[in-house]
């Protein structure tokens, strides 16, 4: 009785690890995959704000209107450069070491793979051992799954709602300009709103497979 308990707890473990690693493989593979629209995104914002010729301005002591004038007159003056091409801002900020810093962790994630196969299998041996029933194991399997897909797509719905508020925190302590923060928040979303969708999809999908087979095996089971 004791080692069936412990078995089918060691399943649970296997079976929640193997979920958390499968969660952190979708969600991570998409965001590494959809990097460049991050940075596509906060640069046509910066280009299309007057962010870098309003702090020009600011620290200048001259007004917006005067640094155009002065940047269309002579174009290869101090600033005129962020001015005329607002992107630069970007590349200086280091965004391309950035972008490429979040690429390098694709070999990480893709390194998720074998244990997340390997915790699965072991979920399913521990819950046969401890319940010696193959339709016993899958349906504790699908019961599982099936209560992972809940929590985790209601968990994962609510993030857009946090990131406000935590690039509010960031950006403050940085001391970064209230339109600059707005930009990275905008942009920040934008480039989550795919893997967010992804994972969603996935949890749906989850939630009505991992329903139906625990029904026919809770079925198949009693027989």
Do not use: H
């Amino acid at each position: 009785m004791v080692l069936k308990f412990i078995s089918r707890s060691l399943g649970g473990l296997c079976f929640s690890l193997a979920f958390l690693l499968l969660f952190i493989f979708i969600f991570g593979a998409s965001m590494v995959e959809n990097v460049d629209t991050f940075e596509a995104d906060l640069k046509a914002q910066i280009s299309n704000s007057n962010l870098i010729l309003n702090q020009l301005a600011q620290s200048s002591g001259m007004t917006e209107e005067e640094l155009k004038e002065i940047c269309n007159q002579m174009p290869s003056q101090e600033g005129c450069d962020l001015i005329n091409n607002p992107e630069l801002a970007l590349d200086q900020m280091g965004i391309s070491s950035i972008k490429t810093e979040i690429q390098s962790y694709e070999q990480y994630v893709d390194m998720l793979v074998t244990p997340m196969l390997v915790l699965f299998v072991l979920s399913l041996v521990f819950y046969f051992v401890g319940m010696l029933s193959f339709y016993g194991a899958i349906f504790k399997i699908s019961v599982n799954a099936l209560l992972s897909g809940i929590v985790g797509y209601f968990a994962f719905t609510s993030i857009p709602s946090f990131i406000p508020k935590i690039m509010e925190k960031l950006t403050v302590e940085q001391e970064v300009p209230a339109e600059l923060q707005a930009i990275l928040t905008t942009s920040f979303q934008s480039w989550l709103e795919i893997p967010l969708t992804t994972l969603n999809s996935f949890f749906l999908g989850l939630i009505a497979v991992s329903l139906v087979i625990a029904i026919i095996f809770w079925f198949l089971k009693r027989k």
